[in-house]
């Protein structure tokens, strides 16, 4: 019997070949700040859940850490020909490193998730046939609900308060908008206004372009390593201001049907 070779095989033949990498279906975007210990098990988890999808790139964003982080990455590089390294000299904050790594990754098509290891990289592909179901394109979006919640009551109290305040006042049609997982396109989220905080608004991003967003039920596990960067209070008051904010962009916003129209073609399109 023939062996059949792994995803990571195909791409080193591939690129042995044609003297460059495969063009990558998808990009799966992960920023990242002092998560030494969870790099590994992520991106073995990442690559085998797309390993029967073809052509994919990993893009690791990290973040200004501060521990071994970057290190590590560069020799699980040598490892996986799928990951890509980015760096950013001093920590920025998490919606400036997803920027980058979806401004850098080659796919048309991203993939995101934390790095935290809370979030399944097994859900990436049911999220992605998701996405093509609904059409694709530009205008949808597939953000993850995590149905069953593995963290502190007072974070859990906390999210649900913020999502029902944040529904409320943005319409964003999304139960769950702070789960890292999201397949959207690169050209869309490009056009999405560029601001601090502004990963935990993306679907109210993507409507504000006459898009759409559908929610998927994921799985969500307890962080197993490494410490929480986040807590409740320090996300409390920057919320309320970005969610002004976004409101403000909300009315601003203009959504215009565009129909091109030929020399022949009658007034009006009758």
């Known amino acids: 019997m023939t062996a059949t070779p792994s995803n990571s095989e195909s791409q080193v033949s591939l690129r042995a070949a044609s003297g460059q990498p495969p063009a990558p279906r998808l990009s799966v975007v992960v920023p990242v700040h002092n998560e030494t210990e969870n790099l590994k098990p992520l991106i073995d988890e990442i690559a085998r859940a797309l390993a029967d999808r073809g052509p994919f790139e990993i893009v690791y964003v990290d973040d200004g850490s501060t521990d ?3 290190a590590r990455l560069k020799d699980l ?7 890509r390294v980015l760096r950013h000299v001093a920590c920025c904050g998490q919606s400036a490193a997803i920027w980058t790594g979806v401004s850098h990754a080659r796919a048309p098509l991203i993939a995101t998730l934390d790095g935290d290891g809370q979030n399944d990289p097994a859900d990436i592909p049911a999220l992605w046939d998701t996405y093509e179901q609904e059409g694709g394109g530009d205008r949808v979006m597939i953000a993850g609900l995590r149905a069953k919640r593995r963290d ?15 529904a409320g006042l943005l319409k964003d049609d999304t139960p769950d908008t702070g789960c890292g997982l999201k397949v959207f396109t690169r050209n869309a989220f490009l056009r999405f206004p560029r601001f601090d905080h502004m990963h935990r608004f993306m679907p109210a991003l993507m409507i504000r372009l006459g898009g759409r967003v559908t929610s998927v039920p994921v799985n969500h596990r307890p962080r197993e390593r490494g410490a929480s960067k986040y807590g409740v209070w320090n996300r409390l008051w920057v919320g309320i201001v970005d969610l002004l904010g976004v ?23 009758a």
């Not at 974070?155 to 999502?163: G, H």
């Open 68 to 70: 071994e982080t970057l």
């Open 77 to 83: 590089a040598r490892e996986q020909p799928a990951l």
């Open 152 to 166: 502190t009551q007072i974070r859990r109290l906390s999210s649900r308060i913020a999502n029902g305040i944040r």
């Open 247 to 269: 409101m403000w962009l909300q009315s601003r916003g203009s959504r215009p049907e565009v129909v091109e129209e030929t020399a022949d073609a009658p007034m009006g399109g």
